[in-house]
């Protein structure tokens, strides 16, 4: 039996609009998606994990109580320069979002940041240091 394939990521959101400010400074694009109410999905290239923003009210009726973000990263995002995870994190530092954790070379060998979104999911930012 094959692998099952990774299709999405998940998160939820007290405010859509600044959930999508958010994500839109980490490079997904809105317009052309997904987009209702309660639940929203950018546009994804070929064979990328969709990322799907839901309400929290969305998520209490599905689950039957209220969505908390965890105290560890949800998702990485990989970048393509040890310099592109510093502007990434800079973008969203001026925007008035969290840096949990400021990019640091890592022992493992990448560049690599924490940033929390509006409602406090944490995303790794990190790429392959060079040389």
């Known amino acids: 039996m094959p692998k099952p394939i990774l299709d999405a990521v998940a998160v939820s959101t007290t405010d859509m609009t600044r959930a999508k400010a958010f994500y839109t400074l980490l490079g997904f694009a809105f317009e052309g ?3 209702s109410d309660d639940h929203v999905e950018p546009v994804r290239r070929a064979g990328e994990p969709r990322l799907m923003i839901d309400s929290a009210a969305l998520m209490e009726k599905l689950t039957g109580e209220a969505p908390r973000a965890p105290n560890h990263s949800i998702f990485a995002m990989l970048c393509d320069s040890p310099a592109e995870v ?3 994190t800079a973008n969203i530092k001026a ?3 969290t840096v949990l954790v400021e990019p640091w ?6 560049r690599y940041a924490t ?3 509006a409602d406090g999911y944490r995303i ?3 790429a392959a240091l060079e040389g």
């Open 115 to 117: 940033v929390a979104d």
């Open 86 to 88: 510093d502007a990434y």
């Open 33 to 35: 998606g997904f987009e």
């Open 95 to 97: 925007a008035g979002f």
């Open 105 to 110: 070379d890592a022992f493992w060998g990448q």
């Open 124 to 126: 790794d930012l990190l």
